[in-house]
């Protein structure tokens, strides 16, 4: 049971576009969701990320939009330049023990790719 | 950079071997997750290790087991190595929500 869907799995846009990646999940004690960019041979970085008590947040031209009622939230990256070609990962996870969050769920990966 | 480290880069074992791989957490964070990360897929959850104590698990067998030290470094081992085991195994290290990835180490099972 895939607990984060994530679509769509490949995206092409042009440069200055408006890059959109949408993410579903289903377990409705998940608290924190972010989103992670990935470069090949890179881990994984901390892009932006949201708590379900806000409903955008915004950092530069990326913008997560959540949506609690329907469980869905979406990565929107405005003015997309080719540097921001790589693979995005939504993820979304649940209050662990100490403060620290238990385990992230990740989804399969949206491929970017951004023509000049 | 995230400050968070990750030893060796490559690695190459044959089937059955054991492998130990090392994560140095970022400074101040007491919390280390482990995952592993199959060619074109998310990375899944493995263990997590929160003040020297294992935090939870994922569907890993008993093979993978970790350590983490006084230092908040932490060892993810596994026994009895099998091709599927064949990935990127990612280290993230973390204070409160925000988990922040090493580069990773490259596994191949040959």
């Known amino acids: 049971q895939q607990q984060v869907k994530q679509s769509p799995q490949s995206l092409i846009v042009q440069k200055g576009g408006i890059s959109i990646i949408n993410c579903a999940y289903e377990n409705t004690a998940f ?27 915004k950092e530069g031209r990326f913008t997560i939009s959540f949506n609690k009622s329907a469980k869905q939230f979406s990565l929107h990256i405005m003015d997309s330049q080719p540097g921001d070609s790589a693979t995005y990962f939504c993820a979304a ?8 969050n238990y385990k992230l769920t990740f989804g399969k990966g949206t491929l970017l790719t951004v023509n000049p | 950079e995230t400050g968070v480290t990750q030893s060796p880069t490559h690695l190459i074992k044959t089937r059955g071997q054991q492998v130990t791989l090392r994560c140095s957490s970022q400074s101040g964070h007491n ?15 493995i263990f997590q290790y929160y003040r020297e104590e294992e935090n939870g698990r994922g569907n890993f067998p008993p093979r993978f087991s970790g350590l983490q030290f006084p230092n908040y470094s932490s060892e993810l081992n596994v026994n009895a190595l ?29």
Not at chain 2, 31 to 45: D, I, R
Request: glycine share 12%; proline share 9%.
């Open chain 1, 31 to 57: 608290d924190y969701f972010p989103w992670y960019q990935q470069f090949p041979g890179k881990g994984p970085a901390l892009l932006i990320a949201i708590r379900p008590d806000v409903s955008e947040k």
């Open chain 1, 93 to 100: 996870s649940r209050p662990g023990s100490g403060g620290s």
């Open chain 2, 31 to 45: 919390t280390v997750s482990w995952y592993q990360q199959a060619l074109g897929q998310g990375p899944q959850f």
């Open chain 2, 82 to 110: 099998e091709l599927d085991d064949s990935a990127l195994y990612l280290c993230a290290s973390s204070l409160a929500y925000e988990q922040y990835f090493g580069p990773g180490t490259r596994l191949t099972v040959t």
